[in-house]
């Protein structure tokens, strides 16, 4: 069974009253009892009205209690959908600022390629430091390249192409620190055509420009061996001989002496 429920108290205040009518009847006079009568329904009434008040504000503040509750969630569901949409924001933001250092990160390799590509640009228009026969110098990158070029062919052999190449050297960087070496083995490359006249000619040539070369005491064997080759050999003694007192401590000087001895 369920337990009974304590009955409102205005229903319980009116029983009381009506249990206790019978009895005051009995011990006041008929005006007394109608006055106790009018005072107690009054009483009743009071009480009642009182109650309906009451619970009239305690529904009232429920509904307003109520609907404070469906605002808050209202705002909570909104709050929420703000914040969702404030995290899908932060997202898109997060992702895009990703995107824009991948893209800083793309543009700084493309300047560190470019900026890379143009140094060695204009390393190639750049003079640079070179060193042949012990000399050093700086060079243009074009004057490098021909020489280069012109040593490459002569080692191949084709000395026809090399003394072209040597000559064209020496007419287009006439004040190149290449130029008494081109002239040397240009000496060299008409020498190894036979074209001996003018091998002694271009050798002679470097001897005056460059004494002081580390090559200069070659050079005047070489024209001794071209005055050999031009069944020269009186003029071949006398380059053999100055070559002996120019530069005695060389090793052309040592190779001219066993020279000399298998001329006379």
Known sequence: MRPLRPLPRAIALALVVA???????????DNEARRAIVDLRAKVDAEGERTRAALTESAQANAALAETVRTLQRSLV????????LRGEVARLRGSNE??????????????????????RLRRFE????????????????????????MATLRGGDFAAAATAFTGFLK??????????????????????????????VLREFVAKSPTHPRAPEAMLAVANSQVEMKDAKAARTTLTDLQKVYPKSEAAAAAKERLASLR
């Open 19 to 29: 249990g206790a009518l019978p009895a005051q009847a009995q011990m006041f006079p």
């Open 78 to 85: 909104e709050l929420n959908a703000e914040i969702e949409s």
């Open 99 to 120: 995107q824009l250092a991948r893209d800083l990160a793309e543009v700084q390799r493309r300047q560190a390629d470019l900026g890379q590509s143009l140094d060695e």
């Open 127 to 150: 003079p640079q430091k070179v060193s042949v026969d012990g000399i050093e110098f700086a060079a243009e990158p074009g004057e490098k390249r021909a020489y280069d070029e012109a």
């Open 172 to 201: 287009d960087h006439p004040a190149s620190g290449y130029a008494p070496s081109a002239r040397f083995w240009l000496g060299n490359a008409l020498y190894g055509k036979k074209d001996y006249a003018n091998a002694i000619t």
